[in-house]
């Protein structure tokens, strides 16, 4: 409606037009909207150059017009320009109707693109960063990782794989891939900053997602095991999963955790060998364990670092 206003208190013929550019200029974020305007702009060139030629060689007539539509459309397609084949073809009609190219014309024509354009650009402006809704989504991967790793837990203290089918983990990338889109929504409506952490955090959850599931497999195999008993080696493999489980918080470092776990190594070394080869092959697994759990929080660690870094 702006774009129509200004068009008319202008006086321009068309005015409408102007506010139906608007609307077609009006792209998902800031920076498609920048990039569609500029592409548009180029194309509106080539169709003003494309109209004179048909126009002057078979008149203002319909011939004329198809002609130009099929030379504009495979430009537009071979240039990826595909969205502006119908707005800058709606321009190039006004003069069939009015059946002339005079300067005066040109000019409205240009001054109706560049209003319409303009208030496209500056509705998309008022665009912001929508960070509420990716913490919120956000939260939600975390709150998932802490129960895979709780369920990691109580199946290992009850020695019981019945219903441990890894389906958590089609509910985790449903969760990553919502917070995925809208971290892409908020760093394409951002043109003055060029933060990446909601990028870059997104990158650390699908790292520690494929870790997880490698855990969810080991685990799978160790209570597989016949006569898998409560050994000490799993009851501390145990423990210190609860430990990650109740202090894995956003903000935490995790340097607390990755130092327990350096401790735990040693204190596993010191352990007797086993004695049978059942024993032999769970502590093997259980060691696996850990050291997957040690890339997990490494994984994090850095991230923070990074984030850190970088603000």
Not at 5 to 31: D, R
Not at 83 to 105: C, K, N, Q, R, Y
């Amino acid at each position: 409606m702006v774009a129509i206003v200004l068009a008319w208190v202008f006086q321009l013929q068309f005015y409408t037009t102007a506010g139906i550019i608007a609307i077609l200029s009006i792209g998902n974020s800031k920076k498609e909207t920048l990039k569609t305007a500029c592409n548009r702009g180029l194309a509106f060139l080539c169709a003003l150059l494309l109209a004179a030629f048909f126009y002057h060689c078979f008149g203002f007539g319909l011939v004329a017009f198809g002609c130009y539509i099929v030379c504009f459309a495979f430009i537009c397609l071979r240039f990826g320009w595909p969205e502006a084949i119908a707005m800058d073809s709606v321009l190039i009609s006004h003069f069939l109707t009015a059946g002339e190219m005079s300067p005066e014309l040109l000019i409205n024509e240009l001054s109706l693109f560049i209003l319409g354009t303009g208030c496209g650009i500056v509705a998309n402006m008022l665009l912001r960063k929508d960070d509420n809704q990716f913490a919120f989504l956000a939260e939600k991967v975390d709150v998932q990782i802490k129960e895979i790793l709780h369920k990691m837990s109580v199946r290992l203290t009850s020695h019981d794989s019945t219903g441990y089918d890894g389906a958590c983990f089609f509910s985790l990338d449903e969760k990553i891939a919502k917070a995925q889109q809208c971290a892409l929504a908020n760093f394409n409506n951002t043109l003055t900053k060029t933060s990446s952490y909601q990028m870059d955090y997104i990158a650390m959850r699908q790292k520690q997602r494929m870790v997880l599931e490698e855990m969810y497999k080991t685990i799978v195999q160790i209570l597989e095991m016949k006569q898998l008993e409560n050994t000490t080696p799993l009851c501390k493999v145990t423990q210190f999963i609860e430990q990650v489980d109740r202090e894995y918080a956003k903000e935490n470092p995790c340097t607390e955790l990755l130092d327990k776990l350096e401790k735990l190594f040693e204190e596993l070394q010191k352990e007797a060998l086993p004695k049978k080869r059942e024993e032999f092959e769970v502590r093997a697994l259980l060691y696996y364990v850990l050291r997957l759990m040690k890339e997990l929080l490494e994984l994090k660690q850095q991230f923070m670092k990074s984030s850190q870094h970088k603000n």
